[in-house]
């Protein structure tokens, strides 16, 4: 048999990239063979005396690879071919829309939080709102290898809105064909890269960390040692949005689990805003961000609508219960106009809330330092309208 495969490889031209005989082929090389990535999935048995032949081949520009090998076990011989013919795949089977994620971004496109209607004669209660939609979530994203049980600085944690999805292929799909499919989409549409990992280079916790439903929550990811990680970061029109990949190889199929993660504020008014939401979030983050439909303050304008007073009571009722803080009032503008006006205009809003707390609520004129901060600080693009409106805001910060 050897020297039949010697003589057709001579007679063809290929060229010997390495062989050895019975008995020369080293101690290991039956458990490397035996490998599922040498062989696929033919389930090979091998013995330590079993001979290797890796060839190559070339012809009309094509390049195929061969290797060869067999067991002898005395009545029979079990012969295993594996051919690599190589060329350049067109990896086009993962497509990312970025048009579509425009119109989303800018709130065009929202299929989430479809709400049902209210039974007949029912209505919430007086004292407490309902929470009005959902998937406000934070995720835990590894953007380095996980080496221990209790990950610290191999995460990113990142709150916003989340989806998640689990996909199942066809059989006798392939794992890197997958891979690099979604590879070369997310490098054509601008995703910056976190984490990107195989096998042993994700670290020897990070499928048990995968599967701890702190990345891909209830879509159950049932992942190998080897699973392929991708954790990419994109950015648009000031929003930044985040995608999680894992791929878990069962031989027959795959399993394809995706998380993607739509960084944002928990938009104020899902539940009425009180003294305590401004107290947790102060005590978590040093300061609260007021902004949007609460200080719905027109352009050029630092005049506050009385839409507002609820939530400036709400500012009151906070610092009555906190007697010992003092705040900072921040003021922050849209980019419109020039940089001292936008900083003038910025603090003049910061002012006008101080002075409803002052009149109106009666708090003590030396807990309230109001600043302007101008455009320096957007939260989202200054490149349209909808940024700078979002970006016209009222910081609490707290002053130590």
Not at 86 to 91: H, L, N, R, S
Not at 248 to 272: H, M, P, S, T, Y
Not at 389 to 394: E, F, I, K, P
Request: charged share 25%; proline share 3%.
């Amino acid at each position: 048999m050897i020297r039949n495969y010697q003589r057709a490889f001579s007679q063809s031209g290929f060229e010997i990239i390495f062989q050895c005989l019975p008995n020369t082929c080293g101690s290991e090389i039956e458990s490397f063979l035996e490998q599922p990535r040498i062989l696929g999935n033919l389930s090979p048995n091998f013995r330590q005396e079993s001979p290797v032949f890796f060839v190559k081949h070339v012809a009309n520009n094509q390049t195929s690879y061969l290797l060869l090998s067999s067991s002898d076990w005395s009545n029979y011989i079990d012969i295993y071919l594996s051919i690599i013919e190589v060329y350049q795949p067109v990896y086009d089977k993962v497509k990312i829309d970025n048009a579509a994620y425009q119109k989303h971004l800018n709130g065009n496109v929202n299929n989430y939080g479809k709400v049902d209607k209210d039974i007949e004669n029912s209505q919430d209660h007086p004292l407490v709102s309902r929470y009005k939609t959902f998937n406000f979530i934070d995720v835990a994203l590894p953007i380095k290898a996980i080496s221990s049980d209790e990950p610290k600085s191999e995460i990113l944690t990142v709150e916003g809105r989340g989806t998640f999805i689990k996909y199942m292929t066809a059989l006798g799909v392939s794992q890197l064909d997958v891979l690099r499919n979604y590879d070369n989409a997310f490098k054509q549409a601008g995703f910056q890269p976190l984490l990107a990992c195989e096998n042993q280079d994700c670290g020897n916790y990070m499928e048990n960390y995968l599967e701890k439903d702190t990345v891909f929550r209830k879509i159950g990811p049932n992942l190998k040692s080897e699973s392929p990680v991708r954790v990419m970061k994109h950015s648009s029109e000031g929003k930044n949005t985040y995608v999680a990949l894992a791929i878990a190889d069962w031989e027959r199929e795959l399993d394809i689990f995706l998380a993607v993660l739509e960084e944002g504020e928990l938009k104020q008014g899902k539940v009425a805003i009180n003294a305590d939401y401004l107290a947790s979030k102060i005590a978590k983050t040093g300061k609260v961000a007021l902004y949007g439909i609460e200080f719905d303050f027109d352009f050029d304008s630092d005049k506050v609508k009385s839409k507002s007073f609820t939530l400036i009571k709400e500012i009151a009722n906070y610092l009555k219960h906190n007697a010992a803080q003092k705040i900072y009032i921040v003021g922050h503008a849209g980019a419109t106009g020039d940089e001292d006006y936008n900083i003038l205009l910025s603090k003049k809003r910061a002012q006008s809330v101080r002075k409803i707390l002052i009149e109106q609520h009666q708090i003590a004129a030396d807990r309230l330092k109001a600043r302007g901060a101008g455009d320096w600080a957007p939260v989202s693009t200054n490149q349209n309208e909808e940024g700078k409106a979002l970006s016209r805001r009222v910081e609490l910060v707290l002053d130590l």
